[in-house]
């Protein structure tokens, strides 16, 4: 079994300021973990994963993930947020065993990037 | 790329009725198809997982007979809500897979009122 908590269900930042949406997990077996963007009305967009290799992942928008395995955690940051950040972001996390696995999700957190 | 598709967006229908829900995987093969339900303010719950030619596999407490999953080829599932009610109004967002692929690729969505 897995779960995944995101304590932030909303997070306010000014444009321009860095921001972290927290992310913590927890397995009995190896993972992987993703981030996904859902802006108003849309479906869910992958922003970010990490499968293995090196534990800080990036996207192309700026925002970048480190996996934590000791804390169990999937962070997430960006050092400069904008207008367009705004949107709601869900951690997920599924077991590390090739092929398709269950993904389990966060409940999410609201990005609402202020001017 | 891998862009998947929904149609409906939107549909409005009467109680008692049914509504057919279309996901299409643009330009990949979709071995492993997902339906999520959405509800205001909560995570992706995910309702059922179906393989191309093979009948879905329902998550406990979802109703087969209410929703009805069919995974006919390797670029289309459809799920039929058959006589919808109040309650089942919700966003149904669909997701797709590559053959042992961990990453899921998600439909814009299909919001559906019951009226």
């Known amino acids: 079994a897995q779960s995944v908590t995101q304590l932030d269900s909303q997070v306010p930042v000014f444009e321009e300021a860095p921001v972290e949406l927290r992310c913590n997990y927890s397995?009995?077996?190896?993972?992987?973990l993703f981030w996904y963007v859902q802006y108003p009305n849309q479906g869910l967009q992958l922003l970010l994963k990490?499968?293995?290799?090196?534990?800080l992942v990036e996207s192309i928008n700026g925002f970048e993930a480190e996996f934590n395995k000791s804390q169990t955690s999937f962070h997430l940051r960006k050092p400069s947020v904008h207008i367009s950040d705004t949107a709601e972001y869900f951690c997920?996390?599924?077991?590390?065993?090739?092929?398709?696995?269950?993904?389990?999700f966060g409940t999410g957190t609201k990005l609402q990037v202020i001017p | 790329g891998a862009v998947v598709s929904q149609h409906p967006s939107r549909v409005i229908c009467k109680s008692g009725t049914s509504v057919k829900i279309e996901c299409r995987s643009l330009?990949?093969?979709?071995?492993?198809m997902f339906w999520y339900r959405q509800f205001p303010k909560k995570s992706l719950m995910l309702m059922a997982t179906?393989?191309?030619?093979?009948?879905?596999?329902?998550e406990q407490g979802v109703e087969k007979d209410k929703f009805l999953i069919n995974h006919a080829s390797l670029t289309l599932s459809t799920l039929t809500v058959t006589s919808a009610h109040p309650e089942d109004s919700s966003f149904y967002i669909c997701?797709?897979?590559?053959?042992?692929?961990?990453?899921?690729?998600f439909g814009p969505g299909t919001r559906l009122l019951v009226l």
């Open positions: 179906s393989n191309e030619g093979s009948k879905a596999t329902y």
């Open positions: 997920a996390v599924s077991p590390n065993s090739g092929g398709y696995q269950k993904v389990t």
């Open positions: 397995s009995s077996v190896s993972v992987y």
């Open positions: 330009d990949f093969q979709a071995t492993t």
């Open positions: 990490y499968l293995s290799g090196s534990t």
């Open positions: 997701s797709a897979s590559r053959r042992n692929q961990e990453t899921q690729y």
